[in-house]
């Protein structure tokens, strides 16, 4: 069954240093998810992409962060400046239509360590 | 208010016995998908089953069930025959509105079988 990849599965970096998370989502969805999960709390919704532009993003998603599909395969989150409070699990999820009737599929995760 | 609310933290059930984890929800709007996911410890989000608010039937999907009260606005699953395997964390979600994007998460329920 195609899945959505995510790497690395564990990123340890220090504060102030860029990030880039990445992801390939299943090859013929076009709606493209980024979640993040503190430990202990629940999952929170970053920003959603289609169509080569972002359709919606949370108040979480500031100028600090920036999406990017670079070819037809890749889509990835770069967090500029990291602070402590990053520190989190990233989801990518992807989805072949929009809609409420429609599941997400979820990568296995990034974990975020910043230091 | 809270968007998905799970108000079980922490659940038991012995294996091969039936278990039900509870989630409410609020929205206005007449649109909207109830979701299931399962996140293991290895963290993985893992979709179980979707109900939609225009579906007259309860979703079912192998041992998962879900029992769709739509004027109490509960959306619980259950999961019958009890696996050790179920042990995980037990997420509800929620996309509304017609082109709904993000997902609303609840906080959660953790799943202990057993044996």
């Known amino acids: 069954e195609p899945e959505v990849t995510q790497t690395p599965s564990h990123q340890v970096t220090q504060m102030g240093q860029e990030v880039i998370l990445r992801c390939v989502p299943i090859?013929?969805?076009?709606?493209f998810y980024w979640y993040r999960q503190i430990l202990g709390q629940k999952v929170e919704f970053l920003v959603s992409?289609?169509?080569?532009?972002?359709?919606?993003k949370s108040e979480i998603f500031d100028d600090q962060f920036s999406v990017e599909r670079p070819d037809g395969s890749n889509f990835t989150l770069k967090i500029r400046s990291t602070k402590l409070e990053d520190s989190a699990m990233y989801f990518c999820a992807s989805g072949n239509r929009d809609g409420f009737n429609q599941p997400q599929h979820f990568g296995d995760g990034t974990r975020l360590s910043i230091l | 208010a809270q968007k998905i609310t799970q108000t079980q933290p922490g659940m038991f059930v012995q294996e091969k016995e039936a278990v039900t984890l509870d989630c409410t929800y609020d929205t206005s709007d007449q649109s909207y998908g109830l979701f299931w996911y399962k996140q293991p410890s290895s963290g993985e989000m893992i979709f179980l089953i979707y109900q939609g608010s225009y579906d007259e039937q309860n979703a079912t999907e192998g041992r998962y069930s879900l029992n769709f009260q739509k004027a109490r606005k509960s959306a619980n699953l259950v999961i019958s025959a009890s696996q050790l395997g179920d042990s995980a964390m037990y997420f509800c979600a929620m996309r509304e509105g017609v082109w709904g994007n993000q997902f609303y998460f609840g906080t959660g329920t953790s799943l202990t079988v057993i044996p």
């Open positions: 992409f289609y169509n080569n532009e972002i359709s919606e």
């Open positions: 090859s013929n969805h076009l709606y």
